[in-house]
């Protein structure tokens, strides 16, 4: 299977369906709308909606009545970005080669744009997908989301964080950071895309194990090309962790050691996929992410 | 009835439920969740849930059932307070009383405050009450709270206000703003405790015709105490709008023209009620809300 080819099949059905539910930039909330279709709609991989489409179609749901929900999951990402390049934040002028959204349309309208995504992902994946879902399923996969976005998750690691800068971390406590921060809404795709197909929960379980060791590996891949990776396929300056002071997998473990616990979490997350029939495409996506070079 | 004594029992059940629905202020995030909590369980007069709770109730619901979603639609005002405040918003230092929340405890620990307020709601609204709801009540009920909640309600109003800043507005503007930034959750709250309780449509409609009334009637209120009222019981000085030369109800049609709407709304907004043969308390509550001094 040409595992990048399709990545990008999927990635264009993500953009298509993203730009059909995110509203046009008209009316009185002209500004804030353009902001919000300018994060949502800037070059992402995709790869969590594409996760929840994928355990969805092995499981043997229909994408099309999941897609609502994918695009929630993304609208979330794209929310979170972009309060983290917020001056109060990380204060991130540039994001995917391009100035931060609040560069572009200045504070308040930015803060306004993420707030704005956060609800429209929650409009969008309750809406007209309950014919071709089970209510109690669609129900139990969007508290899920819900719960991932929130304290406990995304925006608990993001705390963290904001709390560790400048401080001396352990690698306990900057994995747990990385699991919550961004492994808690990369678990949840996975799981989602199984409740929201009637999985069993030997199924959701497995897709939840796949998802949390891709996501560490694919946080430990980041750590490795910021010293090891080129500035150019990055798309941003290279050793900017050693330059801010930052804790990172390799300033715990060096280098190497780091390349091989990606792959080891890697193949952890290729064996928890036994359970699946059709397994191909996610054993090559977890493959991709591991050995990427951007 | 003795209205003021309902709303005080109401408002005891929801701080109640509130203080059960937050989570408790320990673990690597407990900086986030005490602001989360330090904004979410301050002195608010909880109209909105009390709505919800009592459409629910009038409408033959069990009011315990609806009490997490009642609550998510108070986080959700709890934290488009929090971030109007912010200083690239608002920049309000004081809110009922007290230091804002990023005055207390710093921007970023407010910003993320605010948007685990956002998704905490979603995840309290879906949880375990599916068993006394019917779960497309509830599918449809929260797709309401989150389009209220958005850019097309009161993320649009928000930025609505925001433009119209050292600028000429009209009458249409002002109030399409106002049935924006704080009438479509408004509306929302009155019309999702008639769906909870699987109330018929022409329920639902009245609901939202009632709702949209108090909430400009209590906004032309709120103009007219800025100029009329005593700062001893707004807790606030008066004559800010005037100084921030705002455009209000009471720059448009003078102070007394404006009483007058404000009764005329309410009148209106009893009048809908016809279609509920419990109507009590909502009338008293309409006319108590349009003759407060504070």
């Given at each position: 299977?040409?595992?990048?080819?399709?990545?990008?099949?999927?990635?264009?059905?993500?953009?298509?369906?993203?730009?059909?539910?995110?509203?046009?930039?008209?009316?009185?909330?002209?500004?804030?709308?353009?902001?919000?279709?300018?994060?949502?709609?800037?070059?992402?991989?995709?790869?969590?909606?594409?996760?929840?489409?994928?355990?969805?179609?092995?499981?043997?749901?229909?994408c099309e009545a999941v897609m609502p929900v994918a695009c929630a999951e993304e609208m979330i990402?794209?929310?979170?970005?972009?309060?983290?390049?917020?001056?109060?934040?990380?204060?991130?002028?540039?994001?995917?080669?391009?100035?931060?959204?609040?560069?572009?349309?200045?504070?308040?309208?930015?803060?306004?744009?993420?707030?704005?995504?956060?609800?429209?992902?929650?409009?969008?994946?309750?809406?007209?997908?309950?014919?071709?879902?089970?209510?109690?399923?669609?129900?139990?996969?969007?508290?899920?989301?819900?719960?991932?976005?929130?304290?406990?998750?995304?925006?608990?690691?993001?705390?963290?964080?904001?709390?560790?800068?400048?401080?001396?971390?352990?690698?306990?406590?900057?994995?747990?950071?990385?699991?919550?921060?961004?492994?808690?809404?990369?678990?949840?795709?996975?799981?989602?895309?199984?409740?929201?197909?009637?999985?069993?929960?030997?199924?959701?379980?497995?897709?939840?194990?796949?998802?949390?060791?891709?996501?560490?590996?694919?946080?430990?891949?980041?750590?490795?090309?910021?010293?090891?990776?080129?500035?150019?396929?990055?798309?941003?300056?290279?050793?900017?962790?050693?330059?801010?002071?930052?804790?990172?997998?390799?300033?715990?473990?060096?280098?190497?050691?780091?390349?091989?616990?990606?792959?080891?979490?890697?193949?952890?997350?290729?064996?928890?996929?036994?359970?699946?029939?059709?397994?191909?495409?996610?054993?090559?996506?977890?493959?991709?992410?591991c050995s990427r070079d951007r």
């Amino acid at each position: 299977m040409d595992v990048k080819k399709r990545m990008r099949e999927y990635a264009d059905e993500i953009n298509a369906a993203m730009d059909r539910y995110l509203p046009e930039a008209a009316g009185p909330q002209k500004s804030v709308i353009e902001a919000m279709r300018y994060s949502a709609l800037a070059g992402s991989k995709r790869i969590r909606p594409m996760l929840m489409l994928e355990f969805a179609r092995i499981c043997g749901a229909d994408c099309e009545a999941v897609m609502p929900v994918a695009c929630a999951e993304e609208m979330i990402h794209t929310y979170s970005l972009i309060h983290d390049d917020l001056p109060c934040m990380d204060n991130d002028d540039m994001r995917r080669g391009k100035p931060s959204c609040h560069v572009k349309f200045g504070e308040a309208t930015a803060l306004l744009a993420g707030d704005a995504l956060l609800s429209l992902a929650f409009e969008t994946a309750l809406c007209d997908n309950i014919h071709a879902i089970k209510p109690v399923n669609l129900i139990n996969a969007v508290q899920l989301l819900a719960e991932a976005s929130g304290y406990s998750g995304m925006v608990g690691g993001q705390i963290m964080d904001l709390e560790s800068e400048g401080r001396k971390t352990n690698i306990d406590t900057l994995e747990s950071m990385h699991r919550k921060k961004t492994g808690a809404m990369i678990v949840a795709a996975a799981k989602m895309g199984c409740i929201l197909a009637d999985a069993p929960k030997a199924k959701v379980d497995a897709a939840g194990v796949f998802a949390a060791n891709i996501g560490l590996a694919f946080q430990i891949v980041d750590d490795c090309l910021d010293v090891a990776g080129s500035s150019v396929s990055l798309g941003k300056p290279v050793g900017s962790d050693a330059e801010n002071n930052k804790s990172t997998y390799v300033t715990f473990y060096g280098l190497e050691k780091s390349k091989d616990l990606a792959k080891q979490l890697t193949s952890e997350a290729v064996k928890s996929l036994s359970v699946f029939d059709d397994r191909e495409f996610l054993s090559g996506l977890a493959g991709f992410l591991c050995s990427r070079d951007r």
